[in-house]
């Protein structure tokens, strides 16, 4: 077949109708360095991932979504035109959101010496001269083996290839290589560009807009300079029309980055991209006023001003008849696609004719278009609730039982911690770990409660922050006065990763030492076995070998009572115990113990995991048959890990005792460094040289002036002077051992592969600077009785993180609310940030959303509406930064991220009267997919990764589950903290359709649509609204045949005309027939469906049933989970 028969017609045809943009498809790659695969559409029907551009020595940079943003970030020019580009030199979030990519022509995209040229045959050539391009284009494709031939989004073509030892000039006169000067009165350097050519310091887009007619764009032709211009200058010598000699043409400039990368704010960077896509051009800025000319012009005339005051952004124009006010005008009172955020009018909430008319009860609450409900409640007449009292009662029967794993399940704020406190009030003894976060706040409870025996280990680094500034001589003269609990804490924890003990190593040498065993870091494993409530952290205190010194000591019986150890809060997956090792450890051991097992077993791991692969490449399969290989040397590669390896020399070196006379050693082993120790004859030989002070080593065989390798443990090479720990750059040269000898890298490996028995879905990363891995926990020996309190954790989940313990877990019944208290939670959609902001923006100011201001402006209007109510917004961190002159309004407690909410005290939720939870929680889709790796990474069934992450949806029921567990369990953390079971007259709008249990279903939770809220006009009349619209519904519901027109007219608000269209679809009193929207939800709710299964089960035309999906997948009320293949969000 002829690529190139009918391409002139095709390139018509590309001009008159353009392909659409394909967004970056997003897939996991879980085992390298990035937890994701990017596949972008660089052609139509072309997706590659971003490590075969690499690989093909292509530099490339993301580019966003036409019309306006299908160019790079604003940080692509300057010097990353002279250096590669690779995935990673862009943020993962930018690759999020991409739509393509940009490729650097010229020297960044070079391979073997020839460099990267693009020729841009243009659309206005292939117009005039169609005959002449096609001949040229015809004999570039003849001369190379593997000819590249791109048709463009606007009917052009382009040929790619790399010239040899060549590179074109990056001045506009060589780069628009032929062209035609047609001058105009507007503009007497006007030309019609034929031909241009891209190389130094160029790039092309490439996207699903444009079509690969020929070749391959990770394997373009190599050319010679001379083959490429002999067909090329054949074309220039038939089109190229210059202006006539003598006549000085003014160089049309060309714009290669950005005018202005930023202007500050977000507000601003909103309003410079509201100008830029009007054609306005930057000019300056002075005084924070900046200044713009006008579309078209050819001065730089800056009558335009723009301007930041007091959370508004204001435009005026200096001079008449631009099309802009001439007096100070908010942006968004001239332009409403913005995206900043506009202030509440002075008359109130912006509302439609509709919504006035439902006010006035002119017209049925169904008159207005919403969006379809996916959240309904789930009515339960046996549903019962307790107060704090019961609940505290059930809550100490659990504490008292007799089973080694117990789980406590209780809603958040259900008095969990309570509990605690009272079981110690009663006598019992506790020792509870805690996110380090909460270990304060929970001390400071105790404390309220009059627990007065109760105390927090704290790390070396306590408060060492705020005193290290402090000089050493005014510390140590009132040592550990000023909080803080270690004098020296960098060198000791630089000791404790490379596996030494500082308390042994270090701390004697102190010089408050004996301060410190009474009052400072030494004395808290003494002084917490006295107390009744210890605090630790962190959470999987009880739970990992690493830190099994510290619980062997802290849970040390002092009068034979057993403490009931706690962990309070735990996620999961959190429970796994991650292990690590560095690719530095791994080339030491091959180094140091080079021909022992453990230098051969670190050089098969780093064989299994550098060979080469794509980035989605699994290393497992080979390390665990790296680890099957060394079974036979467990015992001496485990010695090995807990030992440094010294380089020695036995040299002859006779010690006779002066008081005896006798001879106490013979040879002594001079180390590499200038330590050296004698090897006594005996063990009274050892006992006299250690005596008189000096060192020993006793070694069994050795050959005399010979460098040999010695093992020993890292405190004796500290003690022999070999390692030097005065200084923590030599702490940090120390060789890397493990402390344990039950726990090293070999008994985590083993653990590791005995639980996961499948290669493809184990959770293991080797980043390229070390190997990471989580293993099931290893519960300490001293642990009598573990329990669990959470609101999140659940039985399945208990048994899978402890397999063979016997386990019992205790639901407690939710609390009822105080009077007063209620929730509003939105019915209509999760309401990612992805559907708040849109993040098809400019790369750096996202944009609020249509939604998204509808939302903050009811928010600010019920903010103002009374000073006296204090009101509360979490919400997503992006959407955070449009707050900003919302937070600071008296009446405002916080403005926090979903994230942060854990560094808020009880008391800033119990102080807001009102909290707005605007959206669903976002997690990193990589971090959802590690999560699920890790708890059911060992299921027979292996995991599906698909589905659309920023959504929240997952193909996959387990991976649905883990992301509606972290978010489900925030949101119901956030109400729980508002104290609805203490504290009366409360309020909570939820702006999420996510089902929340023993909340979404409660007889005080409403379920509405924002409409409902525009309509009541605020939360006043919001239930009274929401009344109103289900008693409606209801009618609606039982419209048949029998109703008369008026009636139908009056329930669902529609015209005369739609209720007669309607009754006349009524067949033998049978209800009306549901509208496609409602049809296709009924559909989905079973499962996904392809597109032909709707269009068999749906009542109605095949074509309207496919634009109604369009419609529904563009609202985010339906997702396109692959092609012609649609499911519901997860909340339905």
């Known amino acids: 077949m002829n690529p190139l028969k009918d391409i002139i017609q095709r390139c018509h045809q590309r001009h008159e109708k353009p392909l659409r943009q394909r967004k970056t498809r997003v897939t996991p790659a879980l085992y390298k360095g990035l937890p994701y695969n990017f596949s972008v559409y660089c052609a139509w029907r072309y997706p590659i991932r971003l490590y075969e551009l690499e690989q093909a020595d292509i530099s490339f940079m993301p580019i966003g979504r036409a019309p306006y943003h299908d160019h790079g970030p604003e940080d692509f020019g300057g010097e990353r035109f002279l250096k590669r580009q ?307 009662v059930h809550m100490q029967q659990v504490f008292n039982q007799d089973v080694r794993i117990l789980g406590l399940i209780a809603e958040a704020g259900g008095g969990k911690s309570y509990a605690a406190e009272s079981y110690v009030l009663n006598d019992g003894v506790i020792s509870l770990s805690a996110k380090s976060s909460l270990s304060k706040e929970i001390e400071q409870r105790f404390q309220d409660r009059n627990v007065s025996s109760v105390a927090h280990r704290r790390t070396r680094r306590y408060l060492w922050e705020q005193v290290k500034e402090i000089p050493a001589e005014v510390r140590m003269a009132t040592p550990f006065q000023h909080g803080h609990v270690c004098e020296d804490p960098k060198r000791c924890e630089a000791l404790e990763k490379k596996g030494g003990n500082p308390n042994e190593s270090i701390c004697p040498q102190c010089p408050v030492y004996t301060e410190c065993q009474q009052r400072g870091y030494l004395s808290q494993s003494t002084a917490l076995k006295s107390v009744a409530a210890q605090i630790l952290n962190p959470i999987r205190q009880f739970l990992d070998p690493r830190l099994s010194k510290v619980a062997a000591e802290t849970l040390e019986s002092v009068d034979g009572t057993e403490r009931l150890c706690i962990v309070d809060g735990a996620d999961p997956d959190k429970l796994f115990v991650k292990c690590e090792v560095s690719k530095d450890t791994l080339e030491e051991w091959r180094v140091n113990w080079h021909q022992s097992p453990l230098g051969n077993f670190a050089n098969a791991l780093l064989n299994a995991l550098e060979t080469k692969g794509g980035v989605d490449d699994n290393p497992i399969r080979r390390v665990r048959a ?116 039950n726990w090293t890298l070999w008994h985590q490996l083993k653990r590791f592969f005995q639980y996961y028995m ?97 939302f903050f402006l009811g928010i600010q209007a019920e903010i103002e509406k009374d000073p006296h109510v204090q009101h509360a917004i979490v919400t997503s961190a992006p959407i955070i930064q449009h707050l900003q002159h919302i937070a600071t309004k008296e009446n405002v407690c916080f403005v926090e991220g979903f994230k942060r909410i854990e560094v808020l005290k009880d008391s800033a939720f119990e102080a807001a009267n009102i909290i707005w939870v605007v959206g669903a929680p976002y997690w990193q889709p990589g971090i959802t997919w590690r999560k699920t790796q890790i708890l059911f990474g060992n299921d027979e069934k292996p995991l599906c990764y698909d589905g659309e992450a920023e959504f929240g949806i997952y193909k996959d029921e387990r991976v649905q589950h883990v992301y509606e567990q972290n978010a489900v369990g925030l949101l119901s953390q956030i109400i729980g903290r508002a104290g609805l079971n203490r504290l009366p007259n409360k309020t909570i709008v939820l702006l999420t359709s996510l089902p929340l249990p023993d909340i979404t279903d409660r007889p005080e939770t409403s379920l509405f649509d924002w409409e409902d809220f525009e309509v009541a006009g605020g939360l006043d009349k919001l239930p009274e609204t929401i009344a109103t619209r289900e008693r409606f519904e209801a009618e609606r519901d039982s419209l048949t045949a029998k109703f ?61 049933i496919k634009n109604e999906l369009k419609r529904l997948v563009d609202t985010g009320e339906i997702v396109k989970v692959r092609r012609s293949m649609y499911a519901l969000p997860p909340s339905t």
């Open 86 to 392: 690779n995935r990673e030199d862009w943020q993962s979030g930018i690759w999020h959101r991409s739509w393509g990519v940009q490729v650097y022509t010229g020297v960044p995209s070079e391979r073997d010496g020839a460099q990267w040229h693009d020729i841009h045959f243009k659309y206005a050539a292939i117009c005039n001269a169609p005959d002449a391009v096609l001949t040229c284009i015809d004999a570039l494709v003849n001369a190379v083996a593997n000819p590249m031939l791109t048709l463009t989004k606007s009917g052009g073509l382009r040929f790619s290839c790399r010239v040899q030892n060549y590179l074109h000039p990056n001045t506009n006169e060589a780069k628009q290589y032929i062209y035609k000067h047609i001058p105009t009165s507007e503009n007497p350097q006007h030309r019609d560009v034929y031909l241009e050519i891209l190389g130094d310091k160029g790039y092309s887009r490439w996207d699903a807009r444009y079509e690969i007619l020929i070749g391959n764009l990770v394997n373009p032709p190599i050319i010679t300079k001379e083959v490429l211009f002999a067909s090329i200058d054949t074309l220039r010598a038939a089109l190229h029309q210059p202006a006539p000699s003598g006549k000085t043409e003014l160089e049309p400039s060309t714009q290669t980055t950005p005018i202005v990368a930023s202007l500050g704010s977000i507000n601003l960077n909103l309003a410079r991209v509201a100008f830029l896509k009007r054609g306005f051009s930057y000019v300056e800025e002075k005084d924070g006023i900046y200044h713009w000319s006008q579309p078209d012009s050819s001065i730089d005339d800056g009558h335009i001003l723009l301007w930041e005051q007091d959370g508004d952004v204001w435009v005026r124009a200096a001079i008449p008849d631009t099309g802009l006010p001439m007096e100070a005008t908010r942006i968004t009172d001239i332009w409403d696609d913005t995206g900043i955020l506009p202030p509440v009018p002075t008359t109130g909430l912006p509302v439609t004719d509709e919504i006035l008319a439902v006010r006035e009860a002119k017209l049925s609450p169904l008159g207005i278009k919403r969006p379809s409900p996916v959240l309904r409640k789930q009515e339960s007449k046996n549903r019962g609730y307790g107060t704090l009292e019961e609940n505290a």
């Open 1044 to 1104: 008369g027109r008026e009636e139908v007219e009056q329930v669902l608000g529609v015209s005369r005309s739609q209720a007669n269209r309607i009754l006349m679809k009524f067949r033998g009193g049978k209800p009306l027939r549901v509208p496609l929207r409602d049809q296709i939800f009924s559909q989905l709710a079973k499962g996904e469906k392809k597109t032909a299964e709707l269009i068999d089960t749906i009542d109605g035309h095949p074509g309207s």
């Open 626 to 741: 790296a680890v099957q290989a060394f079974q036979g040397q467990e015992a001496t590669l485990i010695e090995q890990m807990c030992q440094v390896n010294i380089t020695g020399r036995v040299v002859p070196r006779e010690f006779v005792d002066d008081e005896t006379e006798k001879v106490l050693a013979h040879f002594a082993i001079a180390f590499e460094g200038g330590a050296a120790a004698y090897i006594p004859m005996d063990t009274d030989a050892a006992d006299r040289l250690t005596a008189k002070g000096l060192p020993v080593f006793e070694l069994e065989a050795f050959e005399s002036n010979e460098d040999m390798k010695i093992p020993m443990s890292m405190t004796q090479a500290i003690e022999l002077g070999i390692l030097d720990t005065s200084t923590l750059p030599k702490i940090r040269a120390f060789p890397t051992v493990y402390p344990d000898p």
């Open 758 to 854: 499948r290669d493809a879905d184990a959770p293991i990363l080797w980043t390229g600077k070390e190997m990471r891995f989580w293993v099931l926990p290893v519960l300490h020996p001293s642990v009598k009785q573990l329990l669990f309190m959470s609101s999140m954790l659940s039985e399945p989940d208990l048994r899978r993180v402890f397999p063979d313990e016997e386990i019992e877990v205790h639901h407690i019944k939710p609390t009822a609310w105080h009077p007063g208290n209620r929730i509003f939670q939105i019915r209509t959609g999760i309401y990612p940030r992805q559907s708040i902001l849109n993040y098809d923006t400019d790369w750096r100011a996202l944009g609020m959303s249509e939604i998204g201001q509808r």
